[in-house]
C-alpha cells in the first residue's frame, strides 16, 4: 500500500458539509477498491481540496472519487512522509 | 491558528533524509513566528512536496521556510478538515 495525496481543483466556496459529506461517499465505498480516505483538507477560497489516502494504486483511488462523483485533477504517490 | 497546507514543486528526486532535513529545519525556529509544521508528504517523481501546518498567517509559513531555505510555492489556508 502506498499513500497517495490527490488535488481537486475549482471547488470555490465549498462548505464543511459538502466536504463532509463527499468524504462519507468516498468511505462508503472505497474498500471495494482496497482504498482508505485517511483525511481531506479544503481551501474554499482557491476551491482547492487535498484527500490524504492509502491505496493499491492511483487508478484505484480514482475509481473511488470517479463513483462517488468526484474526480480528482491531480494524484501523487507520497512515499514519504515525515 | 489556521491551519495551512502549502506545495513545492521542482523537488524531483528528493530523499527521505533530505525531507526530514528541511522539515527539522523548519521545526527548529518555527516557534518564533508561532507556527507549528505537523506534517510534510513528498512525491520525488513529481518532485511535489506537500506540508501542513498551523500558524497565524500563511506570511508566517512562509518567513520560517525561507529562513529554512526552502520557500514555498504555494501556501493555501485549508480551514475545513475531514
Do not use: N
Request: aromatic share 4%; hydrophobic share 35%; proline share 7%.
Amino acid at each position: 500500500m502506498t499513500q497517495y495525496m490527490d488535488v481537486h481543483h475549482g471547488m470555490q466556496g465549498v462548505t464543511p458539509d459538502q466536504i463532509r459529506e463527499a468524504h462519507q461517499a468516498d468511505l462508503a465505498i472505497e474498500k471495494e477498491e482496497g482504498v482508505h480516505f485517511k483525511q481531506a483538507w479544503a481551501d474554499p477560497d482557491s476551491g482547492t481540496v487535498y484527500c490524504l489516502s492509502e491505496a493499491p494504486s492511483a487508478e484505484a483511488v480514482q475509481r473511488i472519487h470517479e463513483r462517488a462523483g468526484h474526480p480528482a485533477d491531480e494524484i501523487h504517490p507520497v512515499p514519504i512522509t515525515v
